[in-house]
């Protein structure tokens, strides 16, 4: 989070990229000052960045629904928050759909319903730290004399792990995950890190904001020389009720998808992992367990 906002007035809403700069300058010794005075599950003043979780209702957390259940205005991040979510928890707020404007609109309408008292909530999905352009919202905000934070939200990678029934992490098949997108609107071709991740074998890579380019994101693994064999899974609206699950390999997910017709709204996972097939069992509940370790200082996944 930046710096807390100004005592004084609070400064007009400048140029958006003003206050980003402006808050990097204040974070002294790297960090905002109030990282040590908060725990991610402290209620706190302001205005809530909430995950709202993939789309059940149920995967809400208890934080997050407490502060819906108080609000008078939510701003939500339309079609990608459940319909589900928000008559169950939002009914009683008014609600805004953010999709379509910019921050030169949207922070100052959350500013001055927060300024005439009014509850505010900007509600994102999954969890507003992956692809939720939401600190920028927050610096605007915080420049423009208004407090926000961060309540944290289950991200769609997890939901969709837990609907294919696996890890992203397994042993013996992955060790790392990683989170990325593919080359688009805002990433230019050489920021594509795609073939890389997979290349590297033991990854679970897990695409976001790629359901449109599917097809072409697989040409281009089979392009730089990935085995077309490589499993991957698509999850269409994970824990929503018209969730669909597609499985398939980097040679023939892309003719899949396209004929199921999904254009947004999909978790693409690519590695053996996805599959939940081929792993071993863990020294955790193995070796360790039984004493083969002398090395008390290591972490486990008991103590993660
Ligand atoms: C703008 S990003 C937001 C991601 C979000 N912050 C999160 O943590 O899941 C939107 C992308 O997230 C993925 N996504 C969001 N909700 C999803 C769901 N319920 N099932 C599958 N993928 C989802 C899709 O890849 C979609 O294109």
């Given at each position: 989070?930046?710096?807390?906002?100004?005592?004084?007035?609070?400064?007009?809403?400048?140029?958006?990229?003003?206050?980003?700069?402006?808050?990097?300058?204040?974070?002294?010794?790297?960090?905002?000052?109030?990282?040590?005075?908060?725990?991610?599950?402290?209620?706190?003043?302001?205005?809530?960045?909430?995950?709202a979780g993939p789309g059940d209702p149920g995967l809400?957390?208890?934080?997050?629904?407490?502060?819906?259940?108080?609000?008078?205005?939510?701003?939500?991040?339309?079609?990608l928050v459940s319909?589900d979510l928000?008559?169950?928890?939002?009914?009683?707020?008014?609600?805004?759909?953010?999709?379509?404007?910019?921050?030169?609109?949207?922070?100052?309408?959350?500013?001055?319903?927060?300024?005439?008292?009014?509850?505010?909530?900007?509600?994102?999905s999954g969890d507003?730290?992956v692809?939720?352009?939401?600190?920028?919202?927050?610096?605007?905000?915080?420049?423009?004399?208004?407090?926000?934070?961060?309540?944290?939200g289950v991200t769609s990678a997890f939901a969709s792990a837990a609907t294919l029934r696996t890890?992203l992490?397994?042993?013996?098949?992955?060790?790392?995950?990683?989170?990325?997108?593919?080359?688009?609107?805002?990433?230019?071709?050489?920021?594509?890190?795609?073939?890389?991740?997979?290349?590297?074998?033991?990854?679970?890579?897990c695409i976001y904001?790629?359901t449109?380019?599917?097809?072409?994101?697989?040409?281009?693994?089979?392009?730089?020389?990935?085995?077309?064999?490589?499993?991957?899974a698509v999850v269409y609206h994970a824990s929503w009720p018209d969730e669909d699950v597609l499985?398939?390999?980097?040679?023939?997910?892309?003719?899949?998808?396209?004929?199921?017709?999904y254009?947004a709204s999909a978790m693409v996972l690519?590695?053996?992992?996805a599959?939940?097939?081929?792993?071993?069992?863990?020294?955790?509940?193995?070796?360790?367990?039984?004493?083969?370790?002398?090395?008390?200082?290591?972490?486990?996944?008991?103590?993660?």
């Open positions: 989070m930046s710096p807390s906002p100004p005592d004084d007035a609070a400064a007009p809403l400048d140029d958006p990229q003003d206050a980003i700069d402006a808050a990097g300058d204040g974070k002294g010794d790297g960090l905002d000052p109030r990282v040590r005075e908060h725990t991610a599950g402290d209620a706190q003043t302001g205005i809530p960045f909430i995950g809400l957390t208890l934080r997050g629904k407490a502060l819906v259940d108080d609000a008078d205005l939510v701003v939500h991040a339309g079609s319909s928000l008559e169950e928890h939002c009914a009683h707020a008014e609600l805004v759909n953010s999709v379509g404007k910019d921050l030169e609109e949207l922070v100052p309408l959350m500013k001055d319903a927060h300024e005439d008292g009014r509850t505010v909530v900007r509600l994102h507003p730290a692809y939720g352009a939401a600190l920028e919202q927050i610096d605007a905000l915080e420049r423009a004399g208004v407090p926000a934070y961060f309540v944290p890890q992490t397994l042993n013996g098949v992955a060790d790392h995950v990683a989170f990325t997108r593919p080359q688009g609107r805002t990433l230019d071709p050489e920021d594509d890190h795609i073939a890389e991740f997979v290349e590297m074998g033991d990854v679970t890579t904001l790629g449109h380019a599917v097809a072409e994101t697989m040409d281009r693994l089979l392009d730089d020389g990935v085995d077309p064999d490589t499993p991957v499985v398939g390999t980097v040679a023939d997910i892309g003719g899949k998808l396209d004929e199921a017709g254009r690519i590695g053996e992992a599959t939940g097939a081929g792993y071993e069992r863990s020294y955790l509940y193995g070796d360790w367990a039984n004493g083969g370790s002398d090395d008390s200082t290591a972490e486990t996944e008991a103590d993660d």
